[in-house]
C-alpha cells in the first residue's frame, strides 16, 4: 500500500495550489489531508468519503480548501486558494478503511500515510 502526494511548492500569499494524492496498493473508505507546520503538532485539514462524496473541513480551512476523488484514479485533491502564510506546512495524505463520521478528524483512523510534501506561502 502506497500513498504518494505531489504538487506543493513555494507560493505567495493570495496564491492557489493543488495537492494531489495517489493511492495504490488498497481502495481506502475514506482519505484525508493532515498538515504539520514547524513546532506544531500535526492537524487535520479535511476528508472525503470514497463512496458518497461527502466532506468535512477543519474550521480554520472552510471555504479556501476543497478536497475533491477521481475514484477511478484512485487519487485525491486537495484544492486550495487564498493561501495565507500560516497554511505553510507539510501536508501529508492519509487512508482509513472505517467508516465517514465525526470522527475522520481523528489521526488514529487512519492505518495508512504518504510521505508528505512541503507547502511554503511567503507573505
Known amino acids: 500500500v502506497q500513498l504518494v502526494e505531489s504538487g506543493g511548492g513555494l507560493v505567495q500569499a493570495g496564491d492557489s495550489l493543488r495537492l494531489s494524492c495517489a493511492a495504490s496498493?488498497?481502495?481506502?473508505?475514506?482519505m484525508a489531508w493532515f498538515r504539520q507546520a514547524p513546532g506544531k503538532e500535526r492537524e487535520f485539514v479535511g476528508a472525503?468519503?470514497?463512496?458518497?462524496?461527502?466532506?468535512a473541513y477543519a474550521d480554520n480551512v472552510k471555504g479556501r480548501f476543497t478536497i475533491s476523488r477521481d475514484n477511478a484514479e484512485n487519487t485525491v485533491y486537495l484544492q486550495m486558494i487564498s493561501l495565507k502564510p500560516e497554511d505553510t506546512a507539510v501536508y501529508y495524505c492519509?487512508?482509513?478503511?472505517?467508516?465517514?463520521?465525526?470522527?475522520?478528524?481523528?489521526?488514529?483512523?487512519?492505518?495508512?500515510w504518504g510521505q508528505g510534501t512541503q507547502v511554503t506561502v511567503s507573505s
Open positions: 472525503i468519503s470514497r463512496s458518497t462524496g461527502r466532506t
Open positions: 492519509a487512508g482509513a478503511f472505517a467508516s465517514f463520521s465525526e470522527a475522520v478528524a481523528t489521526q488514529n483512523l487512519y492505518a495508512y
Open positions: 496498493g488498497r481502495t481506502f473508505y475514506n
